[in-house]
């Protein structure tokens, strides 16, 4: 039975897949950053959205109780057609809370993601950083003894 010999790797060879390495790594960490960043900044458009149509439907719920309240004391076609517009808009405000909530919730579970891979990409660029700074140290030259 012929035993194929196996490729031993050489220096260049492998100094140029670390060189590779290091650079992609640079590549993630730089790209996970801006995702990041991203991520952050819509989650925060999110937030205030909800903000907004919080208070909106806030708004919109006292204007449905007193139109409610005017439409019942007195039934005038005028009253009632102003209670319909307010279930109208308030509805409206109720499924746009709906989207944003998904929306919040879906970006929610990217930035986590994100989050987390940023820190792990930070925290192997700073070992290499450590092992690099461990490594390229030079060396300390030894004192001569002179001969007594």
């Known amino acids: 039975m012929v035993v194929k010999k196996k490729s031993v790797v050489k220096n260049v060879a492998l100094v140029k897949a670390l060189d590779t390495s290091l650079a992609n790594l640079e590549m993630a960490t730089a790209n996970?950053?801006?995702?990041?960043?991203?991520?952050?900044?819509?989650?925060?458009?999110?937030?205030?959205e909800g903000k907004r149509l919080s208070k909106k439907r806030v708004t919109l719920a006292k204007r449905r109780k007193a139109?409610?309240?005017?439409a019942q004391k007195d039934p005038v076609v005028a009253n009632k057609s102003a209670l319909?517009?307010?279930?109208?808009?308030?509805?409206?405000?109720?499924?746009?809370?709906?989207?944003?909530?998904?929306?919040?919730?879906?970006?929610?579970e990217e930035l986590s993601g994100l989050r987390?891979?940023?820190?792990?990409?930070?925290?192997?660029?700073?070992?290499?950083a450590a092992a690099d700074k461990v490594l390229n140290k030079p060396k300390k030259k030894t004192k001569k003894r002179k001969a007594a």
Not at 32 to 48: D, F, R, T, V
Not at 85 to 91: F, G, N, P, R, T
Not at 116 to 128: E, F, G, H, Q, V
């Open 84 to 108: 319909k517009a307010v279930d109208k808009e308030l509805a409206a405000i109720r499924k746009e809370v709906a989207k944003n909530r998904a929306a919040k919730a879906a970006n929610f």
């Open 116 to 128: 987390t891979s940023c820190r792990r990409l930070t925290a192997y660029t700073k070992a290499i």
């Open 67 to 70: 139109a409610a309240a005017r």
């Open 32 to 48: 996970g950053s801006a995702a990041l960043a991203l991520a952050m900044k819509n989650s925060k458009q999110s937030a205030l």
